[in-house]
C-alpha cells in the first residue's frame, strides 16, 4: 500500500505559484520522498527528491517539515504545460517506488 | 539521447491470445522496470531486472505474466492466455543505479493493452 497521502485534486492559477501537499506521517529514518508527475498519455517524470533538507532544482522546489511527516512540491510559476497527475512517493532502501492516486493538478489560465 | 521506447504503443487482443511488449531502455542502464497502470490509478510494479537477471518478480500477477532481459539491454513482458482484466497500460522504466538514495526512473510512454 502506497505511504503518502495526497489530495485527489487541486486547481491554480497560470503564473502563479502551485503547492501541493503530501502526507506521509509514517515514513521511517532512511527514507527518501519522491515527486514524479504524469501528463495526459505519457509516462512519469521524475521531478524532485530528497530526505530530509528542503531541495530545489529547475523544476521545482521541495520543502520537507522537521517532522518529515509532511512535504510540500512548489511549482514557482505554474503553467498550462504543468497541468498532470503529480505524484508523491516514499522509498526505502530497495528499488520499489509504491504509487498512490496522486493529485490531479489543473493550471488554469 | 534518445529515452525509453516501448512498441508497440497499442495493442488490441482478443481474450486467450498471447502478446509480447517490447521495451528499449537507456543504453548504459543497468535497471529495468515493468509496471502497470490502470485508468486514474498510480503505476503498480511487476517486475525489475538487474542487468540480464530478474532480481525482483514479486509483483507479477501470475504465472500467466513472465519477462526476460537476455542480453541486459532490450526487455520483453510477455502475457500468455490474455484475459479482460490485464487490459492496462504497460510502463517500462530504466535507471542508472540503485546505489544509495537515487534512483531516478526514466519512463517510457507506455503500451495501451485492450483485451476484448
Known amino acids: 500500500d502506497a505511504k503518502t497521502t495526497q489530495p485527489p485534486s487541486m486547481d491554480c492559477a497560470e503564473g502563479r505559484a502551485a503547492n501541493l501537499p503530501c502526507n506521509h506521517s509514517t515514513i521511517s529514518g532512511n527514507e527518501y520522498v519522491y515527486w514524479y508527475r504524469q501528463i495526459h498519455s505519457q509516462g512519469p517524470q521524475y521531478i524532485i527528491h530528497?530526505?530530509?533538507?528542503?531541495e530545489t532544482n529547475e523544476m521545482a522546489s521541495l520543502i520537507i517539515t522537521e517532522d518529515r511527516k509532511s512535504s510540500t512540491l512548489i511549482l514557482p510559476h505554474a503553467t498550462l504545460r504543468d497541468t498532470a497527475v503529480y505524484y508523491c512517493i516514499v522509498r526505502g532502501s530497495n528499488y520499489q517506488l509504491i504509487w498512490g492516486a496522486g493529485t490531479k493538478l489543473i493550471i488554469k489560465p | 539521447g534518445a529515452g525509453v521506447s516501448q512498441t508497440p504503443s497499442n495493442k488490441v487482443t482478443e481474450k486467450g491470445k498471447y502478446v509480447e511488449l517490447r521495451c528499449d531502455p537507456i543504453s548504459g542502464h543497468t535497471a529495468l522496470y515493468w509496471y502497470r497502470q490502470s485508468l486514474g490509478q498510480g503505476p503498480e510494479f511487476l517486475i525489475y531486472?538487474?542487468?540480464?537477471?530478474?532480481?525482483?518478480d514479486s509483483g507479477l500477477p501470475n504465472d500467466r505474466f513472465f519477462a526476460v532481459r537476455p542480453e541486459g539491454s532490450v526487455s520483453t513482458l510477455k502475457i500468455q492466455r490474455t484475459e479482460r482484466g490485464d487490459s492496462a497500460v504497460y510502463l517500462c522504466?530504466?535507471?542508472?543505479?540503485?546505489?544509495?538514495?537515487?534512483?531516478?526512473?526514466?519512463f517510457g510512454p507506455g503500451t495501451r493493452l485492450t483485451v476484448l
Open positions: 530528497g530526505l530530509k533538507n528542503n
Open positions: 531486472f538487474q542487468g540480464t537477471g530478474a532480481a525482483d
Open positions: 522504466a530504466s535507471s542508472l543505479s540503485l546505489a544509495g538514495g537515487y534512483n531516478e526512473q526514466f
